[in-house]
C-alpha cells in the first residue's frame, strides 16, 4: 500500500504561482511512477506532469509546458509541482497518483486507470 497526501492549494490570482506537494509514504520500494492530475468540475481527469519515482524523465502536458514543474525531493519522499503564470483555466482539484505495477509509458501514462493509489486532491482555485 501506498498513501499519498496533496498539500498547497488555495485562492490565488491570475499570474500568481502555487507550489503543490504530494507527500508519499508507504511501501515506496513499489513505486514506478507520480503523476500529478487535475479535474475541473464536469470534466474528465487529465495529466498534468509525471516523474519516475527515481526523479527523473520528466514529462509535461503540452499545453502547460513552460509554466509546470514536476520534481522530486528525495529526502522526503515528496513530489513538488511547481505553476508559475496561473490562469483561471487552471483552476481545477489537483490530484498525486501513484504507479506501482509497471514502469509508465508514453503510451500509458495518460490513463488514470493506469496508476493505483490517488490522494485526497487539493483545490487550486486562480481568480482573473
Known amino acids: 500500500q501506498v498513501q499519498l497526501v496533496e498539500s498547497g492549494g488555495g485562492l490565488v490570482q491570475a499570474g500568481d504561482s502555487l507550489r503543490l506537494s504530494c507527500a508519499v509514504s508507504?511501501?515506496?520500494?513499489?513505486?514506478?511512477?507520480v503523476g500529478w492530475f487535475r479535474q475541473a468540475p464536469g470534466k474528465e481527469r487529465w495529466l498534468v506532469a509525471t516523474?519516475?519515482?527515481?526523479?527523473?524523465?520528466?514529462y509535461y502536458a503540452d499545453s502547460l509546458k513552460g509554466r509546470v514543474t514536476i520534481s522530486r525531493d528525495n529526502a522526503e519522499n515528496t513530489v513538488i509541482l511547481q505553476m508559475n503564470s496561473l490562469k483561471p483555466e487552471d483552476t481545477a482539484v489537483y490530484f498525486c497518483?501513484?504507479?506501482?505495477?509497471?514502469?509508465?509509458?508514453?503510451?500509458?501514462?495518460?490513463?488514470?486507470?493506469?496508476?493505483?493509489?490517488w490522494g485526497q486532491g487539493t483545490q487550486v482555485t486562480v481568480s482573473s
Open positions: 497518483a501513484a504507479e506501482t505495477t509497471r514502469p509508465i509509458t508514453i503510451a500509458t501514462m495518460f490513463n488514470p486507470n493506469e496508476y493505483d493509489f
Open positions: 508507504g511501501r515506496t520500494s513499489s513505486m514506478y511512477a
Open positions: 516523474i519516475t519515482w527515481s526523479g527523473s524523465s520528466p
